[in-house]
């Protein structure tokens, strides 16, 4: 016999850490885009959006400089799934593939944590590969989670105390 709807059990909601960037095409106003896109993914709460950060760009250095924040969800989606509705706002922002890696772009939304889940897959690795190298990336997140423990690297508050933050300056 099956419960009735009010009684079936929902998917965990599970805590999850987006990076967002850009240099194009008025980097505020692209965040502030990503930022109401964030809020509206299905099965998922918007929890906190970090301050924002000036960051000197990683790659080619004839681009603009970054402008970097980081933001907190819950969801219901997989970790998958959520990566999957990254890509989609990605490209509902206008995002095209940068001509150069590292290049200019006018929205980068990365996951770079999904709970305590470790995962890699040709798509996907989690926690974000890079996490723990990007100043860009350390300072906002810290602000929303400074006690977050990035699997093999320890906890982000340790991890920002350990890069420089040359080039970065709040917004």
Known sequence: M????DMRASPP?????IGLGSNLDEPPRQLDAATAGLA??????????S???????VGPQDQPRFLNAAAALVTQLS??????ALRALETELGKRPPAVRFGARCIDLDLLAFG??????????????????RAFVL???CELAPELWIAGRGRVAAL????????LSPQ
């Not at 909601?13 to 850490?17: C, G, M, Q, R």
């Not at 301050?51 to 760009?57: A, H």
């Open 2 to 5: 099956t419960p009735p709807p």
């Open 13 to 17: 909601w599970t805590p999850a850490w």
């Open 40 to 49: 509206r993914l299905p099965r998922s709460r918007l929890v906190a959006v």
């Open 51 to 57: 301050r924002r950060y000036w960051s000197d760009p």
């Open 79 to 84: 970790a998958t799934e959520l990566h999957a």
């Open 116 to 133: 305590a889940l470790t995962l890699k897959t040709d798509s996907l690795e989690l926690p974000h590969p890079r996490l723990h190298e």
């Open 139 to 141: 300072y906002p997140l």
């Open 160 to 167: 920002k105390a350990a890069v420089a933050g040359d080039g």
